[in-house]
């Protein structure tokens, strides 16, 4: 299907907060409630099937992810009604979360646990609150259970236990519990003396058996992302150590030149296939490096950051289209999330090119939006690279219009020094919380 034949021809949103707002009406298009609340189809589409298989809740594609867009979008326009649609996703969350098996950040009770400490926080509702609390105290108890230590998937990537682990250390700082921070030292110790931290051989799909992904999501970068942050919060050089190890390991992988770096997507069969965006690629490795910096000081992380951003720039996207930059528009591989990176190096550095370029990230992803029936924005995409046939919208955080949303409305709040607010930012992103440069408000 070409997606200029379904591209409404109506004028186009003028700015990243009305393309927002037109996201939100969509997603509330597909709005499905019960007794126990709320929750969002993962695609509303007659004829389409959602980019990932189901997960109601699940803050990847569920309804945790646009909980916390509701809220986000409710601090940017001041209307009360987005707080309704968090709230009663956040009670429908509270209701039914023993019903999740899965413990990690993006699929499962990690994330709903932060979905619901925002959603207390944000609507002072101290219920959702000590839901998130109980949510804790399972995965605590369910990582004690396992033998060899604290650990509930021995997979040290974001997409397992390094989510969980991040989880409790926002989860002990939002809530006042040391006890989950123990937890979360203790299982990031045993990922600490592991060889080359966040190493996976043959265990994610489509790639060979001995292949390594020194990407984010599940790959080397994100595993010494979360032992930087450990380091950072303990002091025990034992995580410096580590996490230098892994981030050793990226650098030598990497392709350099001219100032601009590249990461393959997994070796040592791919090395010429560049992934850009976060869970894969460069926005997502670049935030390793940066909380590297953050935490230890070293000017050398930060210039790793603006090498990746240039390599970036210097491909040609969004005009120019690469093997690792395809029709995606999601912040999990597409340009939602190079948007949040380059927003949030903008608000850690001050660097203008960068929030530049994030507007033009932005005006792109704007004029690719659909509107065809009138009930708001959205993006189809081919949300796997190997299948670009498959093509569908769909409404969750990582994959569809929440998240794309979310990261038009940090683009919006940027720059907004009369006005700063909190933005929402998970527990992987390592960028400043109100995305102003420092010397915006002095």
């Known amino acids: 299907m070409s997606l200029d034949r379904i591209r409404a021809s109506s004028a186009r949103a003028d700015s990243p907060l009305t393309a927002a707002i037109l996201a939100g009406r969509w997603i509330r298009s597909a709005a499905a409630d019960d007794e126990h609340g709320r929750r969002w189809l993962a695609n509303p589409d007659p004829h389409g099937g959602s980019a990932v298989t189901s997960e109601p809740s699940s803050l990847y594609s569920g309804a945790a992810g646009v909980v916390l867009f509701f809220l986000e979008l409710a601090a940017a326009t001041g209307h009360e009604a987005y707080l309704e649609d968090a709230g009663q996703g956040a009670r429908r969350l509270a209701a039914t979360w023993r019903e999740q098996d899965d413990v990690s950040l993006y699929h499962g009770l990690t ?52 989510g969980v682990i991040l989880g409790l250390l926002r989860a002990a700082a939002h809530l006042g519990v040391p006890a ?6 203790e299982a990031g110790l ?48 034992r995580f410096l150590f580590a996490a230098r190890s892994g981030a050793a390991f990226v650098r030598e992988v990497s392709v350099v030149a001219g100032g601009c770096a590249v990461v393959p997507h997994h070796v040592p069969h791919a090395r010429e296939l560049h992934y850009l965006g976060f869970c894969s690629g460069s926005a997502g490795v670049a935030r390793m490096f940066y909380e590297l910096y953050r935490v230890g000081g070293d000017p050398g992380d930060l210039e790793w950051v603006e090498r990746l951003a240039s390599g970036i720039v210097k491909s040609g996207v969004p005009r120019r289209r690469t093997e690792g930059y395809w029709n995606v528009a999601c912040q999990c591989c597409g340009t939602a999330g190079l948007i949040e990176f380059f927003v949030g190096l903008w ?96």
């Open 111 to 162: 994330g709903t646990m932060v979905a619901l400490m925002e959603a207390g926080w944000v609507l002072g509702d101290g219920a959702f609150e000590a839901e998130a609390a109980a949510i804790a105290d399972v995965i605590v108890r369910r990582g004690r259970e396992s033998e060899g230590g604290v650990g509930w998937s021995r997979d040290p990537a974001q997409r397992g236990e390094g």
């Open 180 to 185: 989950y921070e123990e937890a979360a030292v």
């Open 190 to 237: 045993r990922i600490a003396r592991l060889p080359v931290p966040g190493h996976r051989f043959g265990d994610c799909a489509d790639l060979p058996v001995d292949a390594v992904t020194p990407g984010f999501l599940a790959g080397t970068a994100g595993t010494a992302f979360l032992l930087a942050r450990l380091y950072g919060v303990t002091g025990d050089e």
């Open 347 to 442: 608000a850690a550095t001050g660097e203008e090119s960068h929030l530049e370029y994030a507007r033009g990230l932005a005006t792109d992803l704007i004029g690719r939006a659909t509107d065809h029936d009138g009930r708001g924005y959205r993006w189809y995409q081919a949300y796997r690279r190997l299948r670009p046939g498959e093509v569908t919208a769909d409404t969750g955080y990582m994959v569809g219009a929440a998240g794309i949303g979310a990261a038009l409305l940090h683009l919006d709040a940027a720059g907004q020094a009369d006005h700063p607010r909190r933005v929402i930012l998970l527990p992987d992103n390592p960028f400043p919380a109100i995305p102003l440069p420092a010397s915006a408000l002095r």
